[in-house]
Structure formats: C-alpha cells, structure tokens
C-alpha cells in the first residue's frame, strides 16, 4: 500500500468551530487530492495540489481551503464547520505520469455537531 | 470525464469469476478505464487500468472491447474478502479528478 496517513482518523466537532485534517505522504508524489465522500454522492473532489504551494479547487471546494508548504503535507481546513461538512474525507496521492494512478489514504470521518 | 453506467449489484459465488460490466460509450480516444474498490468505508483500492487493451494483474484482467464503449473486471476466483464496491472510472490521461459514481455493490456468497 501507497503511504498514505490522514489524522485525525475520527473527529467530532461543533458547528462554527474550524477544523484541520492533515493528509501525510511518504512517496514523494507531485499531486495530492481531497476527496469527501457522502452516501448517494460516491466521491467528489474538494481541493487539489500540483506542487508545493500550487492548489486548485475541485467539484465541491466551497466553505473549504488547503494548503501545502511541503511535498509531503497537504492540509484541508474548514474556516466554520457546518453540518453539512459532516462526511468521510479521503486523501490521494499521485505521481503525474502518464496513465497514473491515484492512490489513496484511510479516510477521516468528520461530524459535525 | 466520460460518464460510465454499471449495475447497482450484482453477487458471486465464491470460487467463480466475477465479471463486473461498465458502460462507457461516449469516451474519448484519450480517456483511460480505472477500476477501483472500495471495502467498508476504508480507502478506495486500485485494481487495474487501461487505454484499449486488455490488461491483467495479480488482482484481476481488465476486457475492453473493440470499440472502447465497454469493459469488463474479471475477477478470476472470487473469495469472500472481494465483497465490495466496485467503481469503473474513465478519466483523460494525467486528468485531475476521478470519478467514481456509486458503483457496483458485488457481493461473494459462500
């Protein structure tokens, strides 16, 4: 399996409070992705990063941001936590190469009060 | 991204082949086909991937027809631990994001 670590694993907050979930390679990918994921939905992208410093928003990046100041950490916060952010998270790694594959971490459930 | 349609569910027998169809009819010349699982709410699992040949792994072979508007995941000797959901996927070569729909519930019986 890819290293890939998310932490927190399971995370109960109330609404109105932020809060940071921290994805962890040990592979050296360029990319890195945040993915929720909520039933009926399947998985949608939340944010993407294509270098250190270098993001981009995905299908559902709105009342979430990220960073990434090194290759290895790429951060997902949410400013204020809403109910509706309750879901599971999912962090992805990949290498950019032609016909790549993504893989993925172990997922962070996140409720929000 | 190309859309693909699957079954809701489908079950196996354990020790058969699990053949798992996708419909893909209106990719693109540069679009590969993924399939990924995804077992209890754990990570989604990368099973194979391919552009217009059939492929096989350790896990399973990938058929992709002529036409690249269907596939097909065989998956050799189906055992209970391959109970999952299954995701076809295609995506255009170094595209961004996955799509992954809801997939395929297989389940294996005993």
């Known amino acids: 399996d890819a290293g890939i670590t998310q932490s927190p694993r399971h995370k109960v907050t109330e609404t109105g409070t932020p809060v940071t979930l921290r994805c962890h390679q040990t592979e050296n990918h360029r990319y890195m992705y945040w993915y929720r994921q909520d039933p009926g939905h399947g998985l949608r992208l939340i944010h993407y990063?294509?270098?250190?410093?270098?993001?981009d928003k995905g299908e559902v990046s709105d009342g979430y941001s990220v960073s990434r100041s090194k290759t290895e950490d790429f951060l997902l916060t949410l400013e204020s936590a809403t109910s509706s952010q309750t879901s599971v998270y999912f962090c992805?790694?990949?290498?950019?190469?032609?016909?790549?594959?993504?893989?993925f971490g172990p997922g962070t459930r996140l409720t929000v009060l | 991204d190309a859309k693909t349609t699957q079954p809701t569910s489908m079950d196996c027998a354990e020790g058969r082949a699990a053949n798992l169809p996708c419909n893909h009819s209106?990719?693109?010349?540069?679009?590969?086909v993924y399939w990924y699982r995804q077992i209890h709410s754990q990570g989604p699992q990368y099973i194979i991937h391919g552009l217009k040949n059939n492929e096989t792994n350790e896990m399973a072979s990938l058929i992709i027809t002529e036409d690249r508007k269907s596939s097909t995941l065989i998956l050799p000797h189906a055992t209970l631990r391959d109970t999952a959901v299954y995701y076809c996927i295609v995506r255009v070569e170094n595209g961004n994001q996955f799509y992954f729909g809801t997939g395929t519930s297989l389940t294996v019986i005993p």
């Open positions: 209106t990719i693109s010349g540069n679009e590969y």
């Open positions: 990063s294509y270098g250190v410093k270098d993001t």
């Open positions: 992805a790694i990949s290498s950019g190469g032609a016909g790549d594959t993504q893989y």
